[in-house]
């Protein structure tokens, strides 16, 4: 971890290249349909400076992909951000789920776009230093073309974390980024990064955002609309929440130890869950995300972590892990 840089997320400006962005582009006049049928939110919401989070899900529901949706710059197609290192797997599958009558095409824009993170209290400020004359509020989008060339600028959903998504071509971003360090903002290695995410309670790739959990079991239910209709595995979903079946939540741990991903999560001597990421914070010790059973992801519930590297005591805690302070 870069103590200076963390820092700065907290008190000043930030910035990360998330690893392998991914960006699909779909496109036809079957566009809105073939969305609507493979993912968890409304995609009749989309509009014109709007962002929409939305979940790619198995016919169990498991979660296949994570996407923020916005138009693309002519307004003709849709654009989907994908997860990291999804893009090129997620065009595939998709590809797989094209009918001859669905009058769509899917596009991997994965090796041409590049995506920057930018965060921290002084950020707006930076922005607007570096030309953003306007700004989104989460869930929102703005298109702009700065000295570096155009950029779209996201508002980051709640689910997602704080604060704004650069999206352009490899080139612009590169300069976009000198320009914001030049205003004073530091650059997040990838394990900053992760540490601010797990601190921040938010699900990660390769962690909690799999095939091994639905959305609401780690709290995207901001990207499922509950009256949308049908769509792949959607019967799970209406089923966990209108007969109240969500039997595994995500949930902070506050420890007395490090522990790793993996670790078995046990409550009065019986296993309640795993940890799905883990971290040492210089502001809470060390801590955890954890899927845990119904009822253990209540908080204030006691805990007790065991793996190959030994035992932890704890107490689940709300998200993000400043609100439990």
């Not at 870069?2 to 699909?24: F, H, I, V």
């Not at 995500?250 to 883990?278: I, K, M, N």
């Amino acid at each position: 971890m870069n103590d200076a840089s963390y820092t700065a997320a907290l008190t000043g400006t930030a910035c990360y290249r998330p690893p392998q962005p991914g960006l699909l582009r779909i496109a036809g006049e079957g566009r809105l349909d073939f969305i609507q049928r493979q993912t968890t939110n409304d995609v009749r919401l989309l509009a014109a400076g709007r962002a929409l989070l939305t979940v790619l899900t198995s016919p169990t529901a498991r979660i296949l992909d994570v996407w923020r949706l916005l138009l693309s710059p002519d307004g003709d197609a849709i654009d989907a951000i994908t997860l990291p290192g999804r893009g090129p797997v997620t065009a595939q599958y998709l590809a797989r789920r094209i009918f001859f009558m669905d009058r769509v095409t899917v596009s991997d824009l994965s090796a041409q776009s590049a995506q920057l993170w930018i965060s921290g209290p002084t950020a707006p400020h930076t922005l607007r230093q570096v030309g953003f004359e306007t700004l989104p509020a989460p869930g929102e989008a703005v298109s702009l073309r700065l000295a570096s060339g155009p950029v779209r600028l996201l508002g980051q959903d709640g689910a997602l974390g704080q604060g704004y998504l650069a999206l352009s071509e490899q080139e612009n971003l590169d300069a976009l980024m000198h320009q914001l360090t030049e205003q004073g903002a530091a650059t997040l290695d990838p394990d900053t990064a992760e540490l601010l995410r797990v601190e921040a309670g938010v699900p990660g790739p390769a962690r909690e955002l799999t095939d091994a959990y639905t959305p609401l079991e780690v709290n995207l239910d901001s990207a499922i609309h509950g009256a949308k209709g049908c769509y792949t595995g959607q019967e799970v979903i209406a089923r966990q929440i209108n007969y109240d079946k969500i039997a595994r939540r995500l949930a902070g741990l506050r420890l007395d130890a490090p522990v790793s991903a993996g670790a078995t999560v046990l409550v009065g001597g019986r296993s309640a869950g795993e940890v799905t990421s883990a971290a040492i914070s210089p502001r809470y010790g060390p801590i955890a995300l954890a899927v845990l059973r119904r009822p253990h992801f209540a908080p204030g519930t006691p805990v007790r972590v065991t793996d190959s590297a030994g035992e932890a005591s704890g107490t689940v805690t709300a998200l993000p892990f400043a609100l439990a302070t």
